[in-house]
């Protein structure tokens, strides 16, 4: 690696069970508060921000195998240092994951894919309308979060796709400022989209998860997924959409329960 990057993370439950969540794109590893709560007793999560997004670190550039090299580094020094965990990624953190799995196999017992496949992303196509209507706010200018939200409201209408960005939006010294690295990830769209030649499959057990009214799992993604892991159960969540753990929480809980046990 040609750069070095504090991944920030911070660690909920007390269980003797380790297991690692990934966020998705502008998302932060806070947005798994609720399940690793839910799975408290059994399992230490830790809840990661990715770099270029929350309290991490950013990079130059933007690329699947540097972020999976930062994160794999980042958990072989503490979180995995005294043998495999379990990895959860959801969209984008589960296309860093699945890169992660892939190069670093030593460190992952078992793998949860959701609702992301190895392959090109229609989905992020969304993002090209969020995040250029987030970098239109003029920051300098604003008063509160209130009033963003406002602002994005013609543009957004949907109120919870506002507080889900809106959450990346702080205030400090010299006024508001977004948390992730807005302008890479605006301008490394087709990137994020896409899934990067690895030269590798992993054996391990591998559970991938969609969500039954989301678009982002295809028939035809299949076969890329099981050339990549031979030991992929595919499974569907009935009434979720793309963000299967805040839409079913407790059928995902049960999902990775299931899962994850030994």
Known sequence: MSQSVEIHSRVVGQGGRKVVFLHGLMGQGKNFTTIAKALELDY??????????????????FGYVEMAELVAADLAADFASDGPIDLVGHSLGGKVAMVLALRHPELIRR????????????????????????????????TSRGEADEQLAEDIPKASVRGFLLQNLQRGADGWQWRPNLDLLRNSL?????????????????????GGDSPYIKPEHTPAMR?????????TIKGAGHWVHSEQP?????????????
């Open 44 to 61: 230490s999560s830790l809840l990661v921000d990715l770099p270029n997004h929350g309290r991490s670190g950013w990079t130059d550039d």
């Open 250 to 262: 407790e059928a995902f809980v049960n999902a990775l329960r299931t899962f994850l046990k030994d």
């Open 227 to 235: 050339a990549l892991f031979p030991s992929t159960v595919k499974a």
């Open 111 to 142: 793998l949860v894919i959701v609702d992301i496949a190895p392959a090109a992303s229609n989905g992020v196509d969304d993002f090209v309308h969020l995040l250029g209507s987030l970098s239109a706010l003029d920051l300098a200018a604003l």
């Open 190 to 210: 087709s990137e994020i989209g896409g899934f990067p030649e690895i030269g590798a499959t992993n054996d391990g057990p591998v559970l991938w998860l969609a």
